[in-house]
């Protein structure tokens, strides 16, 4: 079992930033994967960002690509979302999410998920 706990969400004006912390504890391994998704109200979840936990390589989503940065921290079992130049439509419920083996974008590929950090971007 992995459990994941997200924190850092709130609420920001637009053209500000704001970090996602998910901290993995439990049967954490190094060929995980970790993702960031997001869901605003009314739509279905998605992709945000992925990182290999044993090689840090990265996927972005084209939405949010130059703008938000996925990483990790291997000795605190984190992995962050840098969020800048936030826009109103990224206003979501952001949930990290660990699997098994490579990254994917596709959401139901994920095994173990964090209880969701709400993001609200006022413009």
């Known amino acids: 079992q992995v459990q994941l706990i997200e924190s850092g969400g709130g609420l920001v004006q637009a053209g500000g930033s704001l970090r996602l912390s998910c901290a993995a504890s439990?049967?954490?391994?190094?060929?995980?994967?970790m993702a960031w998704f997001r869901q605003a109200p009314g739509k279905g979840r998605e992709f945000v960002a992925a990182i290999s936990w044993s090689d840090g390589s990265t996927d972005v989503a084209d939405s949010v690509k130059g703008r938000f940065t996925i990483s990790r921290d291997n000795v605190k079992n984190t992995a962050y979302l840098t969020m800048n130049s936030l826009k109103p439509e990224d206003t979501a419920v952001y949930y990290c999410a660990a699997k098994r083996g490579w990254y994917r974008r596709d959401y139901e590929t994920y095994t173990y998920w964090g209880q969701g950090s709400r993001v609200t971007v006022s413009s």
């Open positions: 439990g049967r954490t391994f190094n060929n995980n994967a």
